[in-house]
């Protein structure tokens, strides 16, 4: 179909990836000539995944060592897993180990204070009041200990209409009010949290309890900050911006700060004059006249035919202090401007700050941040983000890899243009594709680091949004991979500011009772921890790798025996993978942490497509749940 008839499809049925899909298919690719067999045969994938010297100096580069493991070997690693394994479900409820418990935390629509409306299910809540309350579609949140307050920072990236306005034909918005409501129930949640006798709770009131949305004040900061692209009529200093959006994956600095990620922004946007001329550029990153939610009928921020440099501020990693109600979130336009998943934070050996970002669509690239300054605990932070070289990866077929700098030298851009565009800056240093990389989690206790690419129908089909091939090899070793996998890598003298690194991978997801060779898996997989489609990740502290998926249940064909989407934990040592939590039927699990004294997990639970939490009857609600052991012994 033709650009304008997708324009007008009911596109608050579809993810944001296909949504992407159906209003601007890809051109098939013709130079396709790679192979998966060439990967598998040539390093033994599905065996042994051992890659570089690297991954044998630290004795861990292999999956699936479980075959290989002595007795007493075998022993420690089914001890490092405090629970017995759940098996799948397909409900419309939570299922977690014998032992361990859950309540509900949170979920749309709760109060944060007490002056807001009450949630009622058959309006989707109070529209004056959709700034007071939890937020919609709960994903990366982060724990901090505040003086004597425990604080939660949680986002919520987008709405789901026809709940949020079930009153409204199709939940399309009919008036400025309807946008509004849509607006105020995205973006972030700063809460105070609090364990009583009756579990943990929301603190109403608290002095810390805040909520940032698409109205919310922002500044600009960074190599982008002030150019030309980024002035509009109402901020002509290009500093200044209203809101953040479609807030997916988040990090937590050492400093103290949130970092809340902004991803698939694009689908804010469109044009009330459907024959204006966009910039070329937007192609790239897939801004067309046709939007998700029609704001630009009602709010000319997001009209093209307005505002066409308004897309240019959004992209971005956005930094919150949650110690401070009044302060003002800066948008860090160093760390670049994509579909950002998550931000994890490490301290190179030398103090200075290193950002690991992927960038969530098919065929897109993994990057990294290093700042130019050291952090120092007490010091100065305000722009040990601003300053600093972006990276992105580059994976050689030999398991060794190196992160090449985008630099105006590297990339004949200015730095302003690198922070603005930089998806066609990392394509021009020639970066390796990836299927779809999402969040990045770097162990505590050894120098390495994980990266879920979560899955790519178009692997070796089409070639990524601005043209460049998607061959089959290298960490992305499947055709038509809906499966994804999880790769590593080890930085070069253990150091992650390093420009080197080999790697590996941990795991591909597969199906072995439906296929044998590539799309069996790995052989750390097996009939009882099958999944796909692994989207969140975060280690403990004691260096098991949490897992969580955003894939099919459907639990037919290639996805048969899968159940729901879960969450498990991998042994990075061992490569053994065990199923810990799964979800209510049509939700994603996504986003995780710990209270301080690892007594309790936190973990979101996305788009129930069930009466979740509140039983039959009721709308689907987004939640925080909390686990706990019935011992209240250290979760895992």
């Not at 597969?510 to 296929?515: A, C, F, I, L, W």
Request: proline share 6%.
């Amino acid at each position: 179909m033709d650009r304008k008839d997708t324009d007008r499809i009911d596109f608050e049925d579809f993810s944001f990836d296909a949504f992407d899909e159906a209003r601007d298919p890809r051109p098939q690719a013709t130079d396709f000539d790679r192979v998966v067999e060439t990967a598998i045969s040539r390093r033994g994938l599905l065996g042994v995944l051992a890659i570089g010297s690297g991954a044998a100096a630290m004795g861990v580069g292999v999956t699936g060592l479980g075959s290989l493991m002595s007795s007493t070997s075998a022993e420690a690693a089914t001890a490092r897993f405090g629970f017995k394994p759940v098996g799948i479900a397909t409900d419309a409820t939570v299922h977690v180990p014998e032992g361990y418990s859950w309540q509900i935390l949170a979920r749309w629509g709760d109060k944060l204070f007490s002056d807001a409306g009450g949630f009622d299910h058959t309006t989707g809540g109070d529209a004056a009041t959709a700034d007071r309350v939890f937020g919609e579609n709960t994903d990366g949140m982060e724990f901090f200990v505040i003086g004597d307050r425990n604080v939660i920072a949680v986002n919520h990236e987008y709405v789901n209409p026809k709940l949020n306005l079930p009153k409204n034909e199709g939940g399309i918005p009919a008036s400025a009010e309807d946008v509004a409501k849509l607006q105020k129930l995205q973006g972030v949640t700063v809460m105070e949290v609090a364990e009583g006798d009756d579990g943990w709770k929301i603190v109403v009131d608290s002095p810390l309890n805040r909520r940032i949305n698409h109205l919310t004040p922002m500044t600009i900061s960074g190599p982008a900050a002030g150019h030309d692209l980024l002035k509009t009529e109402a901020d002509p200093s290009g500093t200044k911006s209203l809101g953040t959006y479609n807030n997916c994956g988040a990090g937590k600095t050492p400093w103290g700060t949130y970092l809340t990620c902004e991803e698939n922004f694009n689908g804010y946007f469109g044009s009330t004059d459907e024959t204006v001329s966009l910039p070329e550029d937007f192609k790239r990153y897939g801004i067309k006249t046709g939007s998700v939610y029609s704001y630009e009928k009602f709010d000319p921020r997001f009209d093209l035919a307005k505002n066409v440099n308004e897309p240019y501020r959004a992209g971005y990693i956005v930094e919150i202090d949650p110690a401070d109600p009044s302060s003002t979130p800066v948008k860090r336009t160093a760390l670049g401007r994509f579909k950002h998943e998550n931000a994890e934070v490490v301290i190179a050996p030398d103090g200075r700050v290193v950002v690991y970002l992927g960038d969530d669509e098919r065929g897109e690239f993994l990057y990294k941040f290093v700042s130019s300054a050291s952090y120092v605990p007490g010091g100065d932070t305000s722009t040990l983000l601003d300053e600093g070289t972006l990276f992105v990866a580059k994976f050689n077929e030999d398991g060794s890899g190196e992160w090449m700098a985008l630099t105006p030298e590297t990339t004949g851009m200015s730095a302003p243009e690198i922070a603005i565009r930089t998806r066609l800056a990392a394509s021009k240093v020639g970066a390796t594709t990836m299927d779809r990389p999402e969040w990045v989690a770097a162990n505590p206790i050894a120098a390495e680091a994980y990266c879920a690419l979560t899955n790519n129908k178009n692997r070796g089909v089409k070639p990524n949004a601005g043209g460049d091939a998607t061959p089959v090899g290298g960490p992305n070793p499947r055709e038509k991979n809906n499966y994804g996998q999880i790769v590593r890598w080890y930085p070069e003298g253990q150091d992650h500011a390093a420009p080197g690194f080999t790697w590996d991978l941990y795991v591909m997801a597969g199906n072995p009772t439906v296929h044998d060779g590539a799309y069996a898996g790995s052989d750390n997989i097996n009939e009882g921890n099958l999944f796909n489609s692994p989207d969140g990740m975060a280690f403990d502290t004691t260096g098991l790798l949490w897992i969580q998926t955003d894939g099919s249940d459907s639990n037919e064909g290639d996805y048969a025996g899968m159940g729901n989407n879960q969450m498990l934990v991998g042994d990075p040592v061992s490569g053994r993978i065990e199923r810990f939590l799964t979800a209510p039927i049509g939700s994603e699990v996504t986003g995780l942490c710990w209270s301080a004294d690892l007594r309790t997990m936190f973990v979101g639970i996305q788009h129930p497509d069930a009466p979740f939490p509140d039983g039959e009857g009721t709308l689907g609600r987004s939640s925080v749940i909390a686990v706990k052991r019935s011992d209240n012994a250290v979760i895992g």
